[in-house]
């Protein structure tokens, strides 16, 4: 297992460190999860990668040889030797500021002649954790956790929730802008198999793949982002049922939206963070995050002839989240 032995160099003794009470952002892609993770992760209570944690996902896939055919990640796919390698991984690359998270992850991560800088900071953040943060929390989002989500308490098993929902309708329509957008969503460049999907031009397949994604590869753009959407929430559903009540909460991304500071400060109140200075001030004047174009709660009325063809599917997740397509 060579990428384990690579990164063990730099490993250390990290059995005096704890991730605690982590905060676990999931939602389909689209539905605002971006927007809720950056206001979040401007609270010095909580320690953050400050981007998704894809790469992360994709050495756990290389260090266990375990092959991808989907999204889906269950507790039997976690057994010590590959929960030591993904807590390792997120104690050497979370950090409590966003200008070095943001360095090492976006600029040194991304340019493999410049990745060996990233040891010695890397090393840094260890021996600081060590030596004065042994416990400490961590915000993770990554949209394809709705698919594993008895993964996540397996390796978390004291995280807390955030199930973030949007209108079927809305968020569709920001699928189908994110899979049009030049390969700005792009999840896999060169598909098993050949894509034919009807309203899109790309040969890449956007955002999450979940189970039975390959039915899709001939289907039409709006068929593929409502199964994007109903996967992700049902999956979402369905591994909620499975944790106490007293670590979820689900809340909308309309609510996070139109009365931000709000929905933050019943948030903080959930994971038990104040809801203070940076974060009152990011709240009080969001960011804009992910925009393809500007967020309007009817924006999706342009393409309704196309979100129309998929009310059928649609309907039953809109009922159980609380939506109306009427």
């Known amino acids: 297992m060579p990428i384990f032995e690579e990164k063990s160099k730099i490993r250390g003794n990290l059995n005096n460190l704890q991730i605690k009470k982590p905060v676990i952002i999931i939602g389909c892609p689209r539905s605002g999860t971006s927007l809720l993770f950056t206001i979040l992760s401007a609270s010095k209570h909580l320690w953050s990668l400050y ?9 756990f896939y290389k260090f266990t040889g375990k092959e ?7 507790r039997e796919d976690l057994n010590e030797e590959s929960k030591e390698f993904l807590l390792q991984e997120f104690h050497k690359y979370s950090f409590n500021n966003y200008y070095i998270g943001y360095f090492i992850r976006e600029y040194l991560q991304k340019n493999n002649s410049l990745k060996t800088l990233s040891v010695p900071i890397t090393q840094a953040n260890l021996l600081y954790k060590k030596l004065i943060a042994q416990e400490y929390r961590l915000i993770e989002k990554t949209p394809k956790n709705c698919f594993r989500i008895s993964f996540i308490n397996k390796l978390f098993d004291d995280c807390k929730f955030i199930f973030l929902k949007r209108d079927g309708r809305s968020n569709i329509n920001s699928l189908i802008e994110g ?4 390969g700005k969503y792009l999840r896999m460049k060169n598909p098993s198999l050949s894509l034919n999907i009807k309203g899109y031009n790309g040969k890449g397949w956007n955002f999450v793949m979940p189970p039975a994604w390959e039915n899709y590869a001939n289907k039409s753009l709006e068929e593929v982002c409502a199964f994007q959407w109903i996967s992700s929430n049902k999956k979402a559903i369905e591994g909620l049922k499975e944790i106490e009540d007293k670590r979820k909460l689900s809340i909308s991304y309309e609510e996070l939206t139109e009365n931000t500071s709000t929905t933050i400060r019943k948030i903080c109140d959930f994971i038990e963070i104040p809801f203070v200075h940076n974060l009152k001030e990011i709240s009080d004047d969001p960011p804009r995050v992910n925009y393809v174009t500007k967020p309007q709660r009817e924006k999706w009325r342009k393409n309704s002839h196309l979100i129309e063809n998929v009310y059928p599917q649609i309907e039953p997740i809109m009922k159980e989240l609380g939506y109306s397509l009427s």
């Open 51 to 59: 981007r998704e944690s894809n790469d992360i996902w994709e050495d």
């Open 68 to 74: 991808f055919n989907n999204e889906v990640l269950t």
């Open 179 to 182: 899979w049009l957008a030049n």
